[in-house]
Nanobody, 116 residues
Framework: QVQLQESGGGLVQAGGSLRLSCKAP???????????MEWYRQAPGKQRELVAS???????NYPDSVKGRFTISRDNGKRMVYLQMNSLKPEDTAVYYC???????WGRGTQVTVSS
């Protein structure tokens, strides 16, 4: 039913770290290997925004708001995508979603809360 499943969110103090995981248990391995994956986030009252992307060739991109702090990676054999978040700030507080653009698959999200 659900194509993508996020985990790893939680409550962390400013300056701390979290590692988010996204798995695609229903996806054929050859399909997963060929797609570009993304992480988005959405705070209450705000638009959903892209925070990281990774291509099938492992080329990555980040907006200035998270560059140098967030790192996206993938393990194709496990059909998983990760988002390592360091030096977290209160403005990083949001629900984080895993996304496949080509297929338009979305996970249900995992909550990240950063306290000051």
């Amino acid at each position: 039913q659900v194509q993508l499943q996020e985990s790893g969110g939680g409550l962390v103090q400013a300056g701390g770290s979290l590692r988010l995981s996204c798995k695609a248990p229903r996806m054929i391995l050859s399909v997963f290997n060929s797609i570009d994956m993304e992480w988005y986030r959405q705070a209450p009252g705000k638009q959903r925004e892209l925070v990281a992307s990774i291509t099938s060739d492992r080329v990555t991109n980040y907006p200035d708001s998270v560059k140098g702090r967030f790192t996206i990676s993938r393990d194709n054999g496990k059909r998983m995508v990760y988002l390592q978040m360091n030096s977290l700030k209160p403005e990083d507080t949001a629900v984080y979603y895993c996304h496949s653009k080509s297929q338009d698959y979305w996970g249900r999200g995992t909550q990240v809360t950063v306290s000051s």
